[in-house]
């Protein structure tokens, strides 16, 4: 459906909408009759913008490293290129990918300090974009009890009756 063979991919009628960001704006827009959006010109409409793109630009990628050092120190390998692979693996982890996932967690965990929600002290779709790399970070680098409000905004997430009506039709999701 995507001319470069991407997804998610979400078609509409004649309208066919790439990148998550793009798809959630778009469903809002089209059939969320004014929910989980901030009024324009708002404090919160602003936070909204900058969350729904940090999900993806600045939260998603060090997740996504993590993914791929893994593989490259895990993975099927010839035995005597091994160890090389596993220690350069090890330092970018080290080095890299592990402060800056710190940084970012701490940054987001002091971030709702401010108010309930990402955005505000309503959900929005930020929040449905934020979820994704907190899901990600919890399952596979280092968010846990440490940073409680983190925590608290994803109970609150699974909670949502809408969250698990998603889980009931489409079922879990992996982050493998």
């Known amino acids: 459906v995507h001319p ?3 997804s998610p991919v979400l078609t509409d009628g004649n309208t066919t909408v790439a990148e998550t960001g ?3 704006e778009y469903l809002l827009e089209k059939y969320g009759n004014g929910r ?8 919160e409409a602003l936070r909204y913008r900058y969350w729904m793109h940090f999900a993806e630009g ?3 990628p060090p997740l996504l490293l993590t993914l791929i050092f893994d593989r490259v120190a895990n ?3 010839p035995f005597f290129v091994r160890p090389v692979a596993r220690a350069i693996a090890a330092k970018v982890m080290d080095l890299m990918v592990r402060p800056n996932i710190t940084r970012q967690l701490d940054f987001m965990e002091a971030e709702l300090g401010r108010s309930l929600w990402f955005a ?3 959900l929005s779709g930020a929040d449905i ?4 790399p907190l899901e990600a970070a919890a399952q596979r680098a280092g968010l846990d009890g440490r940073r409680p409000k983190l925590m608290a905004f994803l109970d609150r997430v699974h909670t949502r ?14 982050f493998a």
């Open 4 to 6: 470069l063979g991407k």
């Open 58 to 60: 600045s939260a998603m």
């Open 22 to 24: 793009a798809i959630v």
């Open 129 to 132: 974009m934020m979820s994704f």
């Open 36 to 43: 989980l959006l901030p009024a324009p010109g708002t404090p």
């Open 120 to 122: 505000g002290d309503e």
């Open 161 to 174: 009756p809408a969250f698990k009506q998603a889980l009931a039709r489409g079922g879990r999701y992996d």
């Open 75 to 77: 993975g099927p390998m």
